[in-house]
């Protein structure tokens, strides 16, 4: 929601990035980004054998990240926006997350059980987010913990990862930058996720 709503400001940057791709077909750059993120994914998880495999995983989330931000804005360029486009961004979109907090999740970065909570509170996130689309409402873009949030916390975080690698244990709790990071992805967004159920709810009419 933080970085969701300065979606005007990022334009300034994100249009004059796009034009470049003018040729390229909106949906082959929502694939270009879900390519990245399954390789972002599988450096994080190679950083188990391999530990500098995060610097190259870092590259694969930013340059991930900045394709998902040009597909939409070259569809818009082109005036190619369609409810097909919007479907396959937001399929890939889940598809991008799964991949890169499954990297984090087998790679012993975090314990299996933070994991899942990160993964549940990220998709119920999106999905509640479209699911209000889905019930005729507005896209729902509320909560702390948006995607574009997310992305950069992942960033912020394996740069962490990478500088500060400390290994604590607390009550049998392994806590370890990229561990912290997900236990925030599940309390963040598990309230993020409640908050656009209950702005839906609230927005409809009582049956």
């Known amino acids: 929601m933080v970085l969701d709503s300065q979606r005007a400001r990022a ?106 909570a990160a993964l549940t509170g990220v998709m119920l996130t999106s999905y509640m987010g479209v699911q209000s689309q889905a019930l005729n409402l507005k896209r729902n873009y509320s909560g702390i913990l948006g995607r574009a949030d997310r992305l950069v916390f992942i960033m912020a975080f394996i740069i962490v990862e990478l500088v500060f690698p400390f290994r604590l244990e607390i009550s049998g709790l392994l806590i370890t930058p990229m561990s912290v990071l997900l236990i925030w992805f599940g309390i963040a967004g598990n309230a993020t996720a409640v908050k656009r159920f209950y702005d839906s709810y609230r927005a409809l009419a009582p049956s």
Do not use: E
């Open 11 to 116: 334009d300034r940057i994100i249009i004059p990035m796009t034009r470049p791709f003018m040729n390229w077909k909106p949906d082959s750059v929502s694939l270009l980004s879900l390519i990245l993120a399954a390789v972002a994914g599988l450096l994080i998880y190679l950083s188990h054998y391999v530990f500098i495999a995060l610097l190259p995983a870092f590259v694969a989330v930013v340059l991930s990240s900045l394709f998902d931000a040009i597909d939409g804005k070259l569809a818009r360029l082109k005036n190619s926006a369609s409810p097909r486009g919007d479907l396959i961004d937001h399929v890939f979109d889940r598809y991008a997350d799964i991949f890169i907090l499954l990297g984090i999740i087998f790679s012993g970065l975090a314990q299996f059980s933070v994991g899942i």
